[in-house]
């Protein structure tokens, strides 16, 4: 079935460095891919996304290219912020619906001031 | 602002009580709207598919008995833990799709059960 495979955490990084996350799939037919982020005491927010094979989806510095040849979404910001201290999901929707998304297991990261 | 909205963020119980988490979209219907559960350090797995006026569509291995769906209406749907033990203790989060390109999730409930 499908799955999502992420980097696992935490990571810890100080105020303006470079940030990389890594995902990969597996998934029959073509998936939409997402990341997801949680903020402290917040619900699960869509942070970007990406439909089909070199789609590159951008948010808020973040970007994420979807790479079919190596069924990657690797999530990546030039300069990362403490604001930027979350969990990130990447996931994938189902084939059966486009709604009913398939999650990794989360990726806690902090930021140092 | 939210346009899904959870309640309660945080419950904690006895063993053997039942407990009702409300999912509800403020701004827009919803005629399907999904649960997931997530273990410490561990993925958001889907338990279950909400379907308003019909019956839900559970994932293999979740105990529909146990785990009650209902989506009464095109704005709620609950999931009740009935009769708790301490193993259903986790973080559940319920989702709604607002047209066909993107699902909203609530804030999550944390159920501890004592």
């Known amino acids: 079935g499908n799955s999502v495979t992420q980097m696992e955490g935490p990571v810890t990084l100080s105020e303006e460095a470079f940030l990389t996350i890594n995902c990969t799939y597996t998934?029959?037919?073509?998936?939409?891919l997402f990341w997801y982020v949680q903020y402290p005491g917040e619900g699960l927010q869509l942070l970007l996304k990406?439909?089909?094979?070199?789609d590159k989806g951008s948010n808020k510095g973040f970007e994420a290219t979807y790479r079919k040849e190596t069924t990657s979404f690797h999530l990546e910001k030039g300069s990362v912020q403490v604001s930027d201290s979350a969990v990130y999901f990447c996931a994938l929707s189902d084939s059966s619906s486009a709604s009913k998304i398939i999650f990794g297991s989360g990726t806690r990261l902090s930021i140092r001031p | 602002g939210a346009v899904v909205s959870q309640h309660p963020s945080r419950v904690i119980c006895k063993s053997g009580t039942s407990v009702k988490i409300e999912c509800r979209s403020l701004?827009?219907?919803?005629?399907?709207m999904f649960w997931y559960r997530q273990f410490p350090k561990q993925s958001l797995m889907l338990m279950a598919t909400s379907n308003e006026g019909s019956k839900a569509t559970y994932e293999q291995g979740v105990e529909k008995d146990k785990f009650l769906i209902n989506h009464a209406s095109l704005t709620l749907s609950t999931l009740t833990v009935t009769s708790a033990h301490p193993e259903d203790s986790s973080f559940y989060i319920c989702s709604a799709p607002r047209g066909d390109t993107e699902a909203f999730f609530g804030q999550g409930t944390r159920l501890t059960v004592v």
């Open positions: 701004d827009f219907q919803a005629t399907t």
């Open positions: 998934a029959t037919g073509y998936p939409s």
């Open positions: 990406a439909t089909k094979a070199d």
